[in-house]
């Protein structure tokens, strides 16, 4: 079976990343990567979808990467489009569908985890580290104590 992760973009590697790598450890191993950027956060996002892709490689194959755009940062109803229809395509082949809900801006969490839970994604995690102390290490080096992976389908 086909598994879709779909990220918003950011500025930051590790709210991209972090959740990702949690996931697959959970044994959420994604063969493709969608990542859902706006003009702002799109110079960083090559380097961070490398790095996300290295990550999914540690735990399986070395997964697809896709690129959606929106035409600005405050494209509301362009996010919901993309990750509405990003979901119902990947469902409509029989995808288990991942979203992570833990990067962006407010509004982009709130859209990925109402059309996420509305759409039937399989998941929508969302990467929690516990204090302030961890915030930019690498996902690896915190400890377990200090993180929850929570998936929304099951919480709510």
Known sequence: MTRLWISPGSTTTGSVVDPLCAAC???FVPDTLVFVQNPKVAAGMERIAEIAEETVGVYGEVPDVRFENTEEETDFAG???IVRDTIEEAKDNGAEVAINMT?????MSGIAMQTGVQKGADHVFYLLIETREHY???YPNIPSTATELYDFTEEV
């Open 79 to 81: 996010y919901y489009e």
């Open 25 to 27: 450890e959970r044994g």
């Open 136 to 138: 930019g290490e690498a």
């Open 103 to 107: 990067p962006g801006r407010k509004y």
